[in-house]
């Protein structure tokens, strides 16, 4: 099989770079500390001697190792610094707070270092995801009909030009033009393997992608001008439904999606990402197959093309689609991410 596990030397030189390939198909007994732990682990690494492999869970706790509580091998997710989750829920219990780095120095935390934990995760830091999270209660505020002064108020900025110039840089129009139909809502999705944004209006789900992607910026601009709208921090009810459809996909469970979506391609674009929502779970195709199955069977690198402009990661299932040799090909959201979506769907599916 493909995705069997390989040798134990290739599984050490990937504990050893922290390659996230295996998450939740391969974990590494330590001998001489008697822990397992997740190949992704921060921990020092131990010598290649004092090492056993296991696929599963239950078969590292039945040799008697037990969870590491570091990378926590026993929680679904990418192992991340716990400083993250520590001020991101420091964020959710009062949002309307205006942080400053002496305040992250009061929490403990060396400024510069969250600086970067942050970027490496989301692409920002945490001020900047504080700030957006404050202009966003200022925004829905304007959205609801509130007056300039109360929407400040409720964002709590104490300067009015201040409130003005951040909802300007953000939105591109001035305050008083605020509606609800002027932008859209973008929120981040917690998932095993990886961080994900989510942006959506009120009705159907814009995009989907893992925060790393390469070209994402690009898409969230192509995003911009193809809806005439801009982009807010904060969740509409089609993000609530996908994190849930997500949740329960990610824990195993056989899923059909259901979140509407909104697509913005091509008549043939938006034929192939109809053909690629027909591949059944567990299963995959090639390039000249979907090519076939539009009735264009010559346009297999154009299918190519309109696979990789998806948008929607895993609701439209481009990860299903494989080379004609059976390799797989590029994904937006790396090689790996798509060995994994595949062979957690094949484990799933073949039940």
Known sequence: MLFDLPADDILYQALLERDPSY???????????????????????????????????????????????????MRAGLTREPAIDRLLDELELAPEKKWSEQQIVDLGYDPSTIRRAFRRRFGITFLEIARLRRIGRGIEALADGAAVIDAQVNAYYASGSGFRNAIIKLLGVAPQKINHGAYLKADWIETPIGTMIAIADRDKLHLLEFLDRKALSTEIEHLKKASCSAIVMGREAPIDRVDDELNRYFAGE???????????????TNSV???LKTIPAGQLCSYSDIAKQIGNGKATRAVARANGANQIAILIPCHRVIGADGTLTGYGGGLWRKKWLIEHERRVYSI
């Open 254 to 268: 056989r899923v059909n999606f259901t979140t509407p979506l909104a697509t913005f391609g091509s008549y043939f």
């Open 273 to 275: 990402w109809d053909a």
């Open 23 to 73: 998450e939740g198909f391969a974990y590494v007994g330590v001998k001489s500390t008697g822990v397992f732990c997740k190949l992704t682990c921060a921990a020092r690494k131990p010598k290649r001697e004092n090492v056993l492999f296991y696929s599963a869970i239950a078969a590292a706790l039945e040799a008697g190792f037990r969870p590491c509580k570091r990378c926590r091998p």
